[in-house]
C-alpha cells in the first residue's frame, strides 16, 4: 500500500533523531529494517509507529537531542561570564580556554554515548575523560582543587541541560528520570575520581 514502507530519513524524521542515530539503531538490530536490491535501508511504517509509541510509553529519551541542549546551554553560561569571577578560569589564557570547552563537549559526548548504551564498559571512557582533565590542569598549572572545579563546572552544567530537557519533554516516568540520574553521576563519578588519582600520581 503506499506509504506502507520509509525511507531512512522518513523514518528517522518520524521518530524526531538524526538519520545517523537510526542508521546506528538498525545496525545494532534494535529496529527493523529491509535492504532494497541497491542496498539501501527501508522501514516499514507500522514498525516505526509500534517502536515510536514504545518509547514514548516507556519514557526513552533520544540524547542527540540533549548533547544539542547542553551544547547550547554551555556557551549560555560561557557568554554570559558566569565563569569570570572563577579563579581557575582567571588564570587561562584564550588558548587554554578554548581547550577546556573542548574537553567539556568531550565529557558530554562520552556522557550521551554512555546513557544511549547499557554496556557499562564505556566506563573506561570515563577514566579517560579524567586523565585529560588532570594532565590539561596540571600543564596548565592548576591545583587538584582548581582543575576539580573545571570539571565540576561542565559537569553541573550537564547535569542541569539533562533535567531541563526531562521536564521539557514532559517525561512522567520516575524510572526514567531515577535512571538517567543514577547514570549520570556514575559516569561523571568515574571521570572526577580518576583526575584525583592523575593528580595524586603526578605530586607523587
Known amino acids: 500500500m503506499p506509504g506502507e514502507w520509509l525511507s531512512l530519513h522518513e523514518a528517522a524524521e518520524l521518530l524526531g533523531v538524526h538519520p545517523s542515530t537510526l542508521r546506528s539503531w538498525a545496525d545494532q538490530g534494535r529496529l527493523a529494517v529491509h535492504r532494497t536490491q541497491g542496498g539501501h535501508r527501508r522501514f516499514r511504517r507500522a514498525d516505526v509507529e509500534v517502536w515510536l509509541h514504545t518509547r514514548q510509553h516507556n519514557g526513552n529519551i533520544e540524547f542527540g537531542s540533549v548533547a544539542e541542549n547542553a551544547l547550547k546551554r554551555m556557551r549560555i553560561e560561557i557568554s554570559e561570564g558566569r565563569l569570570e569571577n ?16 573542548q574537553s567539556g563537549r568531550s565529557l558530554l559526548l562520552g556522557l550521551v554515548s554512555f546513557l544511549s548504551s547499557q554496556d557499562e564498559s564505556l566506563s573506561a571512557e570515563a577514566r579517560s575523560l579524567g586523565y585529560e582533565y588532570a594532565s590539561r590542569g596540571w600543564r596548565l598549572g592548576l591545583s587538584s582543587v582548581e ?25 512522567h516516568s520516575p524510572k526514567a528520570w531515577a535512571d538517567m540520574v543514577r ?5 561523571t563519578d568515574q571521570v572526577m575520581l580518576a583526575l584525583l588519582e592523575t593528580y595524586q600520581a603526578y605530586v607523587r
Do not use: C, H, I
Open 183 to 187: 547514570r549520570t553521576m556514575s559516569f
Open 86 to 101: 572563577a579563579d581557575w578560569y582567571r588564570k587561562l589564557d584564550p588558548e587554554a580556554r578554548d581547550q577546556y570547552r
Open 147 to 171: 582543575a576539580a572545579e573545571a570539571f565540576l563546572f561542565f559537569r553541573n552544567t550537564l547535569m542541569d541541560a539533562m533535567l531541563n530537557f526531562y521536564e521539557s519533554a514532559g517525561v
